[in-house]
Every structure is written in structure tokens, then in C-alpha cells.
């Protein structure tokens, strides 16, 4: 098994999907992507429900191919390499590309385990405390747990719970991460203390995020892509506009960009 | 459109709760089927109790020797019950070092490598061997089990009767049970833990066993615990396999009755009330009783806590 | 956010070994996928086992060669019911058919009882040597080379054991003329009784708990109580079957109390007892199955009965009951199904290993095929063995039937809400 080459200098993008087409059996979920994810921004994937944003999401780290007849069609670059080459091994990618999902979902392990977890099965050298207390404090959650980090990680709050599942992501030093909706089960103030986390975290990692709150992407990624089901009636969700984020939401160029970012849409 | 006349009875227009003999009738007929189940407990306790104070008040038995006493041999009055709870003993471990590495090595299999083709294919084989009567086992323990053994190690160091032909097939016996057991365990571990598990970039071993097994890990006891109330409580295969005699020996490879095999042997001949080996079915069955019982209820203990996890 | 500015990112170095982390995936992989195989490779050798001993080649030695009981040329086989009683009258003392006629008037006997009468009176088969199946295909012509067939009176035949007439034949202490008869109407017999006894007490007791009753300490205990009685091993119950059905309601179970006296049933050891015994260890099965299948009624229906004013058993009778009971149905039949293959409890309230004559009531002495399994295993003789086989191939293939059936209503009626 070969890991992907790193930093590869020919490549300005961290990400790049071409022509990308996603499927679960013979159901194609997603057509025809084309987009870019630039170092250190934070991109937004935006659009209705069901139009294969979380699917287009978990093809950038291969968390799809666990969803037994799932495939894809179509390339996709991370730095530059194929991920979805035949001598990629998917573990490493997703060691290489966290994830943060939709609802909080620690192991039922002490705090401390939960971040320590991923550390040890990738044979992390360091001192293990320095490395779960440097992740909390990166997500902004540390001063909250610090005198209890033997308790379960099912007893935090839910906002605590998504900070601590950042925190594990952290903890493995990837250089993307991935996050699908990670504020959509939280209240308003745990909600805000995620963003300001993003945008703190963008200084050292890539971000794509998934959300279906267009608020939260005017205000937090630098990039949004737009996504639709395409009109052909074959009910695939496809990126119909990617852009700067400012234009996407002042000066979108497609007519259903508009519709949707001024709550025209359905 | 016509006007229909609604014909109810007069009473229907007061609003006064009214008797239903029937019903009341039918609640009693229900209530008394809900508390059918503590009537047999009760029976139980009570029969098998008062049969097994009559043992030990016989002048030949006292508790003590009961307890510790290396020799049942009714005919000169000696009562002691560890030859037969040493045989029940390494049956059922030999059973158990079968069931649970095998157990759980098809319910890792079935809920985390199979595809659902493969489950749903081997789901209802699981299904057959749990269904299968444990006299046919019995069979297979003599008629397979028995001369494999003999083969393997030699005519005169296994006996035609033996516990380690028992225990193996009790082994594949209980198989079925632990594994499904588990299997519901481990599927019921949430599906957002294994994604967050994977998305740490865990493999699928890292994440079977240092996750999802962990998680389960309640459940797992639980069928762990069932499975061995199962193979102490295991009786046509000991009686058909195990020999017969009550034997104090550690070698598996000997014949030696359990205690569920005494009571088969007992009890298929003629046996008149009151006899002194009457009695001692009953005191054996109430020890048989209450380590089953215990078992069963820590594991219903356990099952609870492992809810209360997820919900 | 600056809390994170006074720390320094510890060392980020990881050793990541992925040869060795895919390695032992791949190793433990196939030990699961290997746990799996034995367990499908037990169940295999277990049938292949009872299929091995279940047919064979069989070495008969007859007192008379049944070649010389022709009548007018036509073999025994061939004869009609009239033939073969001359053949009878002719190779018997008249004391000895006249007696046979006393037993059971010929009139009242059929063919095949005639037929089975000629072999056990004049042809005495008798069984010299046995061979498996797998050696009986795989050996036939030393097999048929050691045996002298030329010899009157020898004969060499290929032998399925579970056959028709296996299962017409009553018990006998012959293994040539041995049969499941009585045994299989034993195993009918007893489970009616269970059925009838089980089968209403248990879907009552689950509607209660389901519907009536409240959630409160007393109730919590039996539900507690009918999960620990599921587990209690099932020799138990035969104790308490012993000591309730066989000894206390004596002449209940005996049937004295309705005014039969055969003094063959007067000890109480009747299919009464079994049935009642196997009733008890059923009961929470059923209870348990039910209580799921009347859960799985929408809480919606009920309240459509409630809100146009039905009583609390008018909503249970029309609607909660007819939903679910496909889901009882199943539960019962998978309950059965066990209650079929139980020995232990049955062998403890002393079902009788050797009895000739078919039970005919409730109060009848009886045997069941588990029971006559047991009592054919523990012979030492071979062919003894391959009757077991033979009668385990009948009790499988009544389970089948039955868990099919079963798999069947729970296809047909699944869930229509
Ligand atoms: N595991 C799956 N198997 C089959 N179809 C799926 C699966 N996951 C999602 N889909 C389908 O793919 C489409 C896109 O789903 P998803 O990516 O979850 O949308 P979104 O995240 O934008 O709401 C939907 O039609 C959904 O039904
Ligand atoms: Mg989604």
C-alpha cells in the first residue's frame, strides 16, 4: 500500500473532483462534479435536502465505499494523487482526511479515551496527556472537561459532544477535515462557538463543510459550492454553481443559485 | 337522503358508568393467565424444596458431606454431590472454550464482515443448529464425536464414555445461542460509532474490535453468562455421551455422570416415591435450579445496564 | 480562542505501521471467517453423520429362506392378505396361528400386518451384519464378495432404514421389524395436550400484560419471572411435572377420575402428564413471542376502537388480537417445535421406553421419538444405532415442516400497517 505522495508542489488544490459521479447500486445519487478545495479556506457545500451533499462529502475521505453497493465514477485528487486508486489504502486517507459528522457521536469511552483512541491505533510516539490537552484546548473545549477527562464522553452536553468529536479529529493530525452538518443538532450558542472554532482552525487545516444553513455559510467558509438535483429527472444532485462565497450569495450567476440563497426556493 | 333512526338502547343516553359482567369476567380469566407464571416458580421452589428437606433429613445425609463429599454412592450412604458437580463443571467449560472463541468469532463475522447476502444466507443455518433436539447431538456425540476422539488419541486413553465428547458437542450446541446473542449486541452498537471510528482512519479489525466490540461488551457477558446456564443445565447429551456412574475424576477423557445426567439415570428406571434417591433428584434438582437462576438473572441484570447505554 | 496561542503543539510524529496494522486485519479476518465454517462444517458432518448411518447394506440370516414360501410362484412380497395367512397356517403350529388369531382376530389385521407376521413367525430374519452408507457405496463389491448369498437363507440387501414401513411398524425389540409408529402418535398425542393446555394460557397471560396490565412492581416481577423461567434448564420441569402431575394429581392424570381404570395408566405416567409438563416449559415461550407480536400492533388502532367507544376487551378481541395473530401463530409454532424435541422432562416423569400398543386417550402409557431416539442411541447393537438415525431423519423432517410453516405465515401475513 502506497500513501499519497504529500504536498505535492504541481498542485495548487487540495481537493479536486473531476467529473464525478457517485452511486448506491444503480441509483446515481451524484452527477457530474467539477470543484476545487483550496488549502487552509473553508469550503461550504450548500443545498435542499437529499441532493447528495453528504454523499459528495464522504467521497472525499472513501466513507461511502462502507455503504455496502456504493461506487464512483470520476476522479478525485487529494494533493494532487488519485484517491481512489487501486494501491490507495482508504485507512490512510481518512488518517489524512478527518471527519466530523452530523450528530455528536463520541465512542462510550472516558473523554480522555475518545481522544486518545485514534492517536494509539495510528502509533502516535508523543506523550499521550500533552496530545489530548493540545486537542481540547484546539477545540475550544478543554477548560470545560479538564478536571474530568475519566468521565464518559456520553455525558457532555450535545455542543460538548461535537467539540469533543472535533478534538478526536484533531488528535490524528489530518490535514483536511471533513464536517456534514456539524452544528445542525445544536442549539444557537453551541452552533456560534463551532464557527469561531472554524474559522481558528482554518489557519492550520482545509475545511469542507456541509450545511443546509445558508446563514452559517455567508458567514464562515471563503468558498461555496451549490448543489441541486439536476433537471434531467434522474434525481441526481449535482454542484451547479462554485464560487467565491461572496459571489454565490451577492452576485450568484444561476438563476437557482439566486432563488435558493434568497429563500425563493420550493 | 333519508333520515335513518338510530335504534340504541335507552341507557346509551346516560352517561353513568355501567356494569360489564363480561368483561370483568374476561379480566379475571387474564389476570389469573398473568399470574400463572409465579404459580410455576412457586411450584418449583416449593416441590423441589420440600422433597429436598426430606433428603436431607435422612438419617444417612447430612449438608456437610453433601457438600464437600468426594463419593455418591447411594447404596453405602454416601451423599457426596462434587463428583457430580466436578463432571457438570468440565463439561460444560470444555463446552464453553468451544462456544464463546467460535461464538463470537461468527457474530464479528455476521455484523461486521458479511455482506447482508451472506447474513441472510447464514443467519437461518445459525437458526437450524439452535433448532436441532439436543437428544440428536446425544447421537452425534456417540456416534461421531466419541470414535473421532478414540482415533485421535488412542482406544485406551479415551473411554467409550467420556466428557470431552459431551462437552465438545455441547460446545457446537451452544454455539448458535452465544453467536446470535452477540450478533444482536453488536448490532445494536450504533452505526455513527463505527463512522467515527473509520473516520479516524481505524481499519475494519480497529474498529470491530476496539470499538464496537467494546461497546457491546454488556450484551456479550450477557450471552456469555445464558450460554453457560445452558450447558450446566444440558441433559441429553451428558446422558447418552458422558457415562454413566458417578465418577470424581479431572480427566476429561473418563466417563462421569453430571448432575443432570444423574437425575435422566435415576429417574428412567422404576423409582418409588419417597426412596431415598426420590428424594435426592430433588435436592439435586434445586441446586441445578438456583445456579441456573443466578446465572440467568446476572444476565438480565447486565442486559438492563446495556440498554440504558443507548437510550 | 487564546488559550490556544500559549500552547506549543506537541510532537506530531506518528509511527504509523500499516503493513503490519493490515497484516493482522487480514489474519483475524480470516479467523472469523473460519469460526464461521466450522460452525457451517458441524452442522454438515452432524446431518452427513445420521445420513452415514440411516442406510447400508444388511447381511439377514433366515431360519427359512422366504425364496421357499412361494405360493403358487408368486414371492411374499407379491401376495395377497389370503396367501400369506396359508403361508402362516402351513409353517405354524396351529396352537401357536390360532393364538396369533386370538390376540387379533386375522379378519381385523391388514396386509402389511400379515406380511410383518410371516417374516417375525416363519422367515425370523436375523441381522449378521451391518454397514454404513458411505461403505456401501464406496465398497459394494467387497461387501457383496464377503457375503455368501448363494446360501439358502442368507441374504444380502441395501437397506434404507427410514422407510414406510418404519413408520407404519409399531415398536419391537426386532430391529428388522421395529418401527415409529407408536412413538410418533405418542409425540402427536403429547403435543395436542401442550398445545391445548399452553397455547390459550399463554396468549391470555401475554394480553394481559401487554394490554391490562399496569406498570407497577407486581407486574415488573412477572415479567422478570417468565424470563427466568425460560431459562430454567428443562430437566427441571420434568421434576416438577414428577412431582405435581405424575404424583399429586394422580388420579387426574391417570385418568381414574373419569372413570378409567385400566390398571396399566394407574401410576399417572400417561401423556396427560407429558403433555401438561411440556405445557409448563412452553408457557413462557409462548407468553414471551406473543407479548412481541401484540407489541407490534400500532398503538393507532386501538385508539380508532377506543374513540368510538369500545370496551377495553371489544378493541383487543376485533383489533389488537386479528393483527397479531400471524406473530402468535409463528411464536407457537417455534415453541412447539422445541416442546417435540424435549427428552429430559419427559424421560423424568418416566415415559416408557418399550411399550407395543398405540396410545389411544390422554390417560394412555406412551413413548414419544425422542424418547424412542434416546432408548435406540443408548443400545450397543448397530443396527439399533442405524434406527435411531432413522428415526431422527422423522423428527427432523416433522421440525422442518413445522419451522417452515412457521417461516411461511411470517411471510404471508407480515405486517400489513
Ligand atoms: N446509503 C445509501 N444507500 C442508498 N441511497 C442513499 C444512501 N445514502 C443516501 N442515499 C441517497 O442519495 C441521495 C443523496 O443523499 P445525501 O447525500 O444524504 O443528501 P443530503 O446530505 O444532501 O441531504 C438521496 O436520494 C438519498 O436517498
Ligand atoms: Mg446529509
Redesign the interface.
Known amino acids: 500500500m502506497v500513501q499519497p505522495q504529500s504536498k505535492t508542489e504541481n498542485s495548487h488544490y487540495v481537493l479536486e473532483a473531476k467529473n464525478l459521479e457517485i452511486y448506491y447500486g444503480s441509483f446515481k445519487a451524484v452527477t457530474d462534479v467539477h470543484m476545487n478545495v483550496e488549502r487552509n479556506k473553508i469550503t461550504a457545500i450548500i443545498g435542499p435536502s437529499g441532493c447528495g451533499k453528504s454523499t459528495l462529502l464522504r467521497a472525499f475521505n472513501r466513507m461511502n465505499e462502507l455503504v455496502s453497493d456504493s461506487s464512483i465514477r470520476g476522479e478525485i485528487l487529494f494533493q494532487g494523487q488519485d484517491l481512489y486508486a487501486s494501491n490507495v489504502d482508504p485507512v490512510v486517507v481518512r488518517h489524512r482526511i478527518g471527519m466530523v459528522f452530523q450528530k455528536p457521536n463520541p465512542f462510550p469511552k472516558s473523554i480522555y479515551e475518545n481522544i486518545a483512541w485514534g492517536a494509539r491505533i495510528h502509533g502516535y510516539k508523543g506523550k499521550m496527556d500533552e496530545l489530548v490537552e493540545y486537542s481540547l484546548r484546539q477545540a475550544a473545549l478543554w477548560d470545560e472537561v479538564k478536571d474530568k477527562l475519566n468521565q464518559s464522553g456520553l455525558a457532555l452536553s450535545g455542543g460538548q459532544q461535537q467539540r469533543l468529536c472535533i478534538a478526536r479529529a484533531l488528535a490524528v493530525q489530518p490535514e483536511v477535515i471533513l464536517m456534514d452538518e456539524p452544528a445542525s443538532a445544536l442549539d444557537p450558542i453551541a452552533t456560534l462557538k463551532i464557527e469561531e472554532l472554524m474559522q481558528e482552525l482554518k489557519k492550520n487545516y482545509t475545511i469542507v463543510i456541509v450545511t443546509h444553513n445558508m446563514q452559517q455559510a455567508a458567514r464562515a467558509s471563503d468558498y461555496t459550492a451549490m448543489m441541486m438535483l439536476s433537471k434531467d429527472g434522474e434525481r441526481s444532485g449535482t454542484v451547479i454553481e462554485f464560487d467565491e462565497t461572496k459571489h454565490i450569495f451577492t452576485n450568484p450567476k444561476d438563476k437557482r443559485t439566486e432563488d435558493y440563497v434568497t429563500g425563493r426556493f420550493g | 337522503m333519508k333520515q335513518i333512526i338510530l335504534n340504541y338502547p335507552e341507557a346509551r343516553k346516560s352517561l353513568k358508568r355501567r356494569p ?1 359482567w ?2 370483568s369476567i ?2 379475571g ?3 389469573f ?6 404459580f ?2 412457586i ?2 421452589v416449593y ?2 424444596g420440600k ?1 429436598a428437606l426430606l433428603f436431607f433429613r435422612e438419617p444417612a445425609v447430612n449438608l456437610w458431606a453433601f457438600l464437600t463429599g468426594t463419593q455418591w454412592q447411594p447404596h453405602i450412604e454416601k451423599f457426596g454431590i462434587l463428583p457430580l458437580l466436578t463432571s457438570t463443571l468440565i463439561t460444560s467449560t470444555i463446552a464453553m472454550s468451544i462456544a464463546i ?6 457474530a ?3 455484523s ?2 458479511a ?2 447476502k451472506t447474513r441472510n444466507l ?1 443467519k437461518p ?2 437458526e ?2 439452535a ?10 456425540a ?3 464425536m466419541t470414535p473421532l476422539l478414540r482415533t485421535i488419541f488412542g482406544q485406551d486413553t479415551v473411554d467409550i464414555y467420556n466428557m470431552a465428547s459431551a462437552g465438545l458437542v455441547m460446545g ?1 450446541l451452544i ?2 445461542l452465544i ?1 446470535s446473542m452477540t450478533e444482536d449486541a453488536l448490532s445494536a452498537v ?1 452505526r ?15 474498529v470491530a ?3 464496537v466490540v ?2 457491546a461488551i454488556s450484551g456479550i457477558s450477557a450471552a456469555i453468562i ?1 450460554g453457560m ?2 450447558a ?5 447429551i451428558v ?2 455421551a458422558a457415562g454413566a456412574g458417578p465418577n470424581f475424576t479431572f480427566n476429561p477423557f473418563k466417563g462421569a455422570e453430571t448432575l ?1 445426567g444423574h ?2 439415570r435415576i ?2 428406571g ?2 418409588s ?1 419417597d426412596s431415598i434417591d426420590y428424594n435426592s ?2 435436592a439435586i ?1 434445586l441446586m ?2 438456583f445456579i ?2 443466578t ?3 446476572i444476565s ?1 441484570q447486565i442486559v438492563r445496564r446495556f440498554r440504558e ?1 443507548y437510550e | 480562542m487564546s488559550e490556544l496561542n500559549n500552547t506549543q503543539p506537541p510532537q506530531m510524529e506518528f509511527s504509523d505501521d500499516l503493513r503490519r496494522r493490515n497484516l493482522s486485519g487480514r489474519i483475524w479476518m480470516v479467523v472469523f471467517r473460519l469460526s464461521t465454517v466450522v460452525g457451517i462444517i458441524a452442522l454438515v458432518t452432524l446431518l452427513l453423520n445420521i445420513i452415514n448411518q440411516s442406510a447400508g447394506y444388511v447381511h439377514y440370516e433366515a431360519k427359512v429362506d422366504p425364496d421357499t414360501l412361494r405360493v403358487d410362484g408368486i414371492p411374499l412380497e407379491e401376495q395377497s392378505k389370503e396367501q400369506l395367512m396359508s403361508v402362516l397356517q402351513n409353517n405354524l403350529s396351529s396352537g401357536a396361528y390360532n393364538k396369533l388369531d386370538r390376540d387379533k382376530p386375522f379378519a381385523e389385521r391388514d396386509r402389511g400386518e400379515v406380511y410383518d407376521l410371516v417374516f417375525d413367525r416363519v422367515v425370523k430374519y436375523k441381522v449378521e451384519e451391518t454397514w454404513l452408507l458411505w461403505d456401501s457405496l464406496t465398497h459394494s463389491r467387497e461387501i457383496k464378495a464377503s457375503v455368501p448369498t448363494e446360501q439358502s437363507g442368507t441374504e444380502l440387501k441395501f437397506v434404507v432404514w427410514a422407510n414406510w414401513d418404519f413408520l407404519r411398524r409399531q415398536q419391537s425389540s426386532d430391529p428388522v421389524l421395529a418401527g415409529v409408529r407408536t412413538a410418533i402418535l405418542g409425540s402427536l398425542w403429547t403435543i395436542s395436550i401442550t398445545i391445548l393446555a399452553a397455547f390459550p394460557l399463554g396468549v391470555m397471560a401475554a394480553i394481559y400484560l401487554e394490554e391490562y396490565a399496569a406498570d407497577n412492581w407486581i407486574n415488573r416481577i412477572i415479567r422478570t419471572n417468565i424470563n427466568n423461567l425460560a431459562g430454567v434448564p428443562s430437566i427441571i420441569y420434568g421434576i416438577l411435572g414428577l412431582a405435581i402431575f405424575v404424583r399429586v394429581l394422580e388420579p387426574f392424570t391417570s385418568g381414574t377420575l373419569f372413570g378409567i381404570t385400566d390398571p396399566t395408566t394407574a401410576n399417572g405416567r400417561t401423556i396427560m402428564s407429558a403433555g401438561l409438563t411440556l405445557a409448563l416449559l412452553v408457557l413462557p415461550l409462548i407468553i414471551i413471542n406473543s407479548q412481541e407480536a401484540i407489541r407490534a400492533v400500532p398503538g393507532s388502532l386501538r385508539n380508532a376502537s377506543y374513540g368510538i367507544g369500545a370496551t377495553k376487551w371489544q378493541t383487543v378481541w376485533s383489533h389488537v388480537l386479528p393483527n397479531a395473530m400471524p406473530g402468535i401463530l409463528t411464536g407457537t409454532i417455534l415453541a412447539v417445535s422445541r416442546a417435540i424435541g424435549e427428552t429430559a422432562p419427559l424421560v423424568v416423569i418416566g415415559a416408557s421406553t418399550v411399550i407395543f400398543f398405540d396410545p389411544e386417550n390422554p390417560f394412555s402409557k406412551f413413548t414419544t421419538l425422542p424418547i424412542q431416539i434416546y432408548q435406540w442411541t443408548s443400545r450397543p447393537q448397530d443396527e439399533f444405532r442405524f434406527l435411531a438415525a432413522a428415526a431422527i431423519i422423522v423428527l427432523l423432517a416433522i421440525l422442518l415442516t413445522l419451522n417452515a410453516t412457521a417461516i411461511f405465515l411470517r411471510n404471508r401475513f407480515s405486517r400489513r400497517y
Not at chain 2, 33 to 38: A, K, L, M, Q, V
Not at chain 2, 131 to 140: A, E, K, M, S
Open positions: 360489564r363480561g368483561e374476561i379480566q380469566l387474564l389476570i393467565s398473568g399470574f400463572f407464571s409465579i410455576t416458580t411450584g418449583i416441590e423441589l422433597e472463541p467460535l461464538g463470537l468469532g461468527v464479528i463475522y455476521l461486521e464482515y455482506t447482508p447464514l443455518i445459525l437450524v443448529l433448532g436441532i433436539p439436543t437428544i440428536v447431538y446425544g447421537y452425534f456417540l456416534t461421531f457446537i454455539l448458535p453467536a450504533p455513527s460509532l463505527r463512522e467515527a471510528a473509520y473516520g479516524l482512519g481505524g481499519t475494519k479489525l480497529e474490535l476496539k470499538v467494546p461497546a445464558v446456564s445452558r450446566i443445565g444440558e441433559t441429553m446422558a447418552v443432570t437425575i435422566v429417574s428412567g422404576d423409582l416415591y433428584i430433588f434438582g441445578l435450579f441456573t437462576l446465572l440467568n438473572i438480565q447505554v
